[in-house]
């Protein structure tokens, strides 16, 4: 694997972002592991420890590792078979004079568990500021078509009418509580801190001769140094594994509304009502020339399974760690970990370029309409019978025989549903018949759709977004162009 590459897998190679793929990349892990160590000497220095300042600078001037460090780190790793043993080598070996105090009274996980940590708070802040910018994209989308009518669906079968921007709320809906629980998953991490070798702190009660306190005041400070509010107060060899499943949960259940997402706009798609971008040059089928496959969407929704499958890793594993730690955990999280927040990275950078070039249909979505609009109507034209003096059940019955009449025309011959002249064409309707062009604008058919647009883009989402991190996130994004 390259030193500075990302953690490379057939997806993120090609689909991840940068700050994502470099989040789990062996630079950034061996650069915060010397982070880390940096952060515990200058703690124990700071509270009497015999360590020179020569060795802190040297420290500081060598966190980040070179080809040749990368290199001399693999041969150590390769004789000692110990990966943190490698990297405390090589870094004494650009910082000799902190040699002797590199990962003093510390464990493995003192590195490689904070640093999980930290990658888990940041990528999560990653993925937070990439929702961010897809909501703002999708209500920018439901604002544009707030009132335009569609036909809306109960079991993939003609419903009641909606509009195009209302369906596009009820997206956005379940993205906003994906956007609160990721905020909720970040604001929890805590450190794991300083905890020795089984969670007792014993090496560090040894290093400070027994003095409590100052082992509490080293917890406090490293993970002060760190950029955490606060450590689990108590931990294990590792931090409990429960943490890894309480952070991609929220990420599994992001998988699940971007599945959902773009499964609509699949059948969509099919009903030639919506279609995401497809490029002049792009071509659908080997075979089939004609063909406009919603390739992006099928992506997401291939991804979005995998990003909920991953979760169940996180739970098995911490269900099977025995007593302060067993390490059949390692291999697993090394894997799901970082899969997981490449996946969720790649599904929403695939989604933005969805919702910045969808195409609407708004002529074949008013035929649609035409079609079925009819007989969602027939309560509509009784009513204004009976307004003209008509009876209800007389004119039930006229509406009944003329609609089974108009289905066999749809169902039975393919034809056009011809209701409304057949309405038209009976004397029994002469009194509403100049009424029938309001009573069947669909626009009278979408209830308060428009203004539950408006409100919940008012109430809801434009707060959602209010916040710093969020606006300059939006502020400073661009168009997620992808190269196939």
Not at 38 to 62: F, H, R, S, V
Not at 339 to 360: C, K, M, P, W
Request: glycine share 6%.
């Amino acid at each position: 694997m390259e030193a500075f590459e990302g953690y490379q897998t057939p997806l993120s190679s090609r689909y991840a972002s940068k700050e994502m793929s470099y989040l789990f990349s062996p630079a950034k892990r061996f650069s915060t592991w010397r982070q880390l160590w940096l952060n515990l000497a200058i703690a124990e220095k700071e509270l009497g420890l015999p360590i020179p300042e020569q060795a802190i600078e040297e420290m500081k001037n060598n966190l980040n590792l070179t080809p040749e460090q990368f290199e001399i780190a693999a041969v150590e790793e390769k004789k000692r078979r110990h990966d943190v043993m490698a990297h405390v080598y090589t870094f004494g070996k650009v910082a000799p004079s902190a040699a002797g105090i590199i990962h003093l009274g510390a464990t493995s996980c003192y590195v490689t568990d904070n640093a999980d940590l930290i990658f888990l708070r940041e990528g999560l802040t990653f993925l937070i500021r990439a929702l961010g910018v897809l909501i703002s994209r999708l209500s920018a989308f439901a604002a544009q078509y707030r009132d335009l009518p569609a036909l809306g669906f109960t079991h993939f079968q003609p419903a009641q009418l909606t509009t195009v921007g209302k369906r596009a709320t009820l997206w956005i809906q379940e993205l906003l509580w994906d956007l609160r629980n990721l905020k909720r998953a970040r604001d929890d991490i805590g450190f794991r801190g300083v905890k020795g070798t089984t969670g007792t702190q014993a090496s560090f009660l040894t290093l400070f001769d027994g003095d409590h306190d100052k082992v509490e005041e080293l917890d406090q400070l490293v993970t002060k140094l760190s950029g955490f509010e606060y450590a689990y107060p108590v931990t294990s060899q590792t931090y409990s594994r429960k943490i890894d499943a309480d952070v991609l949960g929220p990420l599994a259940s992001l998988g699940a509304t971007a599945h959902k997402i773009a499964t609509d706009i699949r059948l969509l798609a099919n009903l030639k009502e919506i279609e995401e971008p497809f490029e002049s040059t792009q071509i659908g089928s080997s075979a089939m020339a004609y063909k406009r496959n919603p390739m992006r969407s099928e992506r997401v929704c291939s991804l979005s399974r995998h990003l909920m499958v991953l979760h169940q890793n996180a739970l098995m594993t911490s269900s099977v760690q025995w007593f302060e730690r067993t390490l059949d955990d390692s291999a697993n999280r090394r894997i799901t970990i970082p899969e997981a927040f490449l996946t969720a990275d790649i599904v929403l950078s695939t989604l933005q370029n969805i919702s910045e070039g969808l195409v609407v249909y708004p002529k074949v979505i008013a035929r649609r309409i035409s079609q079925e609009l009819p007989f969602m109507a027939t309560e509509n034209l009784i009513m204004a019978i009976v307004k003209k003096g008509g009876d209800r059940q007389e004119a039930h019955e006229k509406i009944r025989v003329l609609s089974h009449e108009a289905g066999h025309q749809v169902k039975g011959l393919g034809l056009e549903n011809d209701l409304l002249d057949r309405v038209r064409a009976d004397p029994y309707f002469e009194p509403i018949i100049a009424e029938l062009d309001s009573l069947l604008d669909p626009a009278s058919f979408i209830g308060r759709a428009p203004q539950q647009v408006d409100g919940f883009l008012k109430n809801w989402v434009e707060p959602a977004l209010a916040d710093k991190e969020l606006q300059d996130a939006i502020g400073g994004s661009k168009k997620v162009e992808l190269s196939v």
